[in-house]
């Protein structure tokens, strides 16, 4: 019997469009002009992080993504008051709580989900009541999934950094170990209930990589593609990592494909 493998969505992070633009200031380039041509080639949602401090992704923009996206906005935000008000004004499609420190330059690890105790669960509820999708951004560790399923999270999103970061270090070795932490943490998670996402510094050979894992519904990437839009374009990096996807998950499953 043929096994069915579902679909696997790419969501397309536009923060790092924003990045530059405040680099000069002004108005360009616009992240909403990125994420119509990110559509345009093959993504099936846009995700942005509304950071506290503002450094790329404003406010404004997050008003005209949600008033002129015509596929689901993910909005990425750290598990604050201010944070959950504003999603529960916007209404997207969904909300991604990740932990966020002022001095770090991207998000360098999973949310203590655990440690996050009632506070955090009872925004994980107020955002589900108000229609919108909760992701929790969460290492491979089964207890913090185990808690994600408690709370009601609907989705969990597996950080992937430290196994990429293992194999741009050429620790074979150890990358191995990690990417098995991962396959085994999205099958407890499916287990679970919970939908499975991944991201966080992959690009074109680490997604057709984890493409492979059956249950991965969604990848969400930023910063690699915003960097190969430099020199090849934002739709031709989308239609690539998009192709790259495909492969890997015909490669894994060629009986499904």
Not at 22 to 33: C, Q, S
Not at 98 to 105: D, F, G, I, L, M
Not at 140 to 152: F, K, L, V, W, Y
């Amino acid at each position: 019997m043929t096994r069915i493998v579902p679909p696997l969505r790419l969501g397309v992070n536009i923060d790092h469009v924003a990045t530059v633009r405040n680099a000069r200031g002004g108005a360009l380039p616009d992240p909403v002009r990125a994420a119509q041509l990110a559509c345009a080639a093959g993504a099936d949602g846009i995700t942005a992080h509304l950071r506290e401090d503002r450094r790329h992704i404003r406010d404004a923009d997050m008003r005209r993504l949600r008033e002129t996206l015509l596929v689901p906005l993910n909005f990425e935000m750290a598990a604050t008051e201010e944070m959950v008000a504003l999603a529960l004004e916007l209404r997207p499609h969904a909300c991604c709580l990740v932990p966020e420190r002022r001095e770090e330059r991207t998000t360098e690890g999973g949310l203590d989900v655990i440690g996050g105790g009632i506070d955090l669960a009872r925004k994980v509820e107020r955002l589900a009541k108000a229609g919108i999708r909760v992701s929790l951004f969460v290492a491979p560790d089964e207890d913090q999934i185990a808690r994600a399923a408690d709370i009601g999270a609907a989705v969990i999103e597996l950080h992937t950094g430290a196994w990429c970061d293992l194999l741009t270090e050429g620790k074979a070795t150890e990358a191995a170990t990690e990417f098995g932490r991962l396959v085994e943490a999205a099958g407890q998670g499916t287990r679970f209930g919970l939908e499975i996402h991944a991201g966080h510094g992959l690009d074109y050979r680490t997604a057709e990589t984890i493409a492979g894992v059956t249950e991965v519904r969604e990848l969400n990437i930023g910063h690699f593609l915003i960097g190969e839009a430099i020199f090849d374009g934002l739709e031709a990096a989308v239609r690539r990592m998009r192709e790259a996807m495909a492969h890997g998950r015909a490669v894994a499953h060629p009986a499904a494909a």
